[in-house]
């Protein structure tokens, strides 16, 4: 599917989240803004960095009526293995046959050139400083990730493709676009 753009409806879909009840997208607690991030799978460092970015700054995601969430290649089991209790206000989504990632358009990288691109090692060097460990790898080994910004109509907003496997926009990027 081709990349999804700014005023066009988010697709609906049905998933099962860690720690809860299946439901539809659509269905959701309605905020005036849901932030989706399409990340890696559990074992991923780059995927448990960004969302401990993410849950750093939760409180102003709340003050701009925005809810967070995370889609991941991992099955709803493993990410409550992973965390063992819910994240404060962020829904983590198992997608482990990775069929949410065509639907919004998040493409994998075609090459390890293009998934080690420029973002890459500025993105490691953060995570080693942070000590996270790697887990079990699933999912596509080289998938990119996206973040979007969706209304309360299903609007979208703000749509971004990573360049490369560490190109997530980091958590102010989006609490600007939240203004």
Not at 34 to 60: N, P, W
Not at 128 to 144: H, M, T, V
Not at 146 to 156: L, S
Request: glycine letters at 8%; one cysteine or more.
């Amino acid at each position: 599917m081709a990349q999804l753009t700014v005023n066009q409806i988010a697709p609906d879909f049905e998933y099962v989240p860690a720690f809860g009840k299946k439901t539809s997208f659509y269905g959701r607690t309605q905020s005036k803004y849901t932030v989706l991030l399409f990340l890696r799978f559990m074992g991923c460092r780059f995927t448990q960095y960004d969302i401990q970015e993410y849950a750093k700054h939760i409180s102003q995601f709340q003050e701009a009526a925005a809810q967070v969430w995370a889609v991941i290649q991992s099955a709803p089991e493993r990410i409550e293995q992973h965390y063992t209790a819910p994240i404060p206000h962020i829904v983590l989504v198992g997608d482990p046959q990775c069929g949410l990632y065509p639907r919004f358009g998040v493409l994998p990288a075609t090459s390890q050139a293009e998934f080690e691109g420029t973002h890459f090692h500025d993105k490691l060097a953060l995570v080693e400083k942070a000590g996270l460990k790697g887990g079990e790898k699933e999912g596509e080994p080289w998938q990119k990730p996206a973040a979007f910004v969706i209304d309360k109509h299903n609007r979208i907003i703000f749509a971004y493709y990573g360049k490369d496997g560490a190109d997530t926009p980091v958590p102010q990027t989006i609490l600007d676009v939240l203004k």
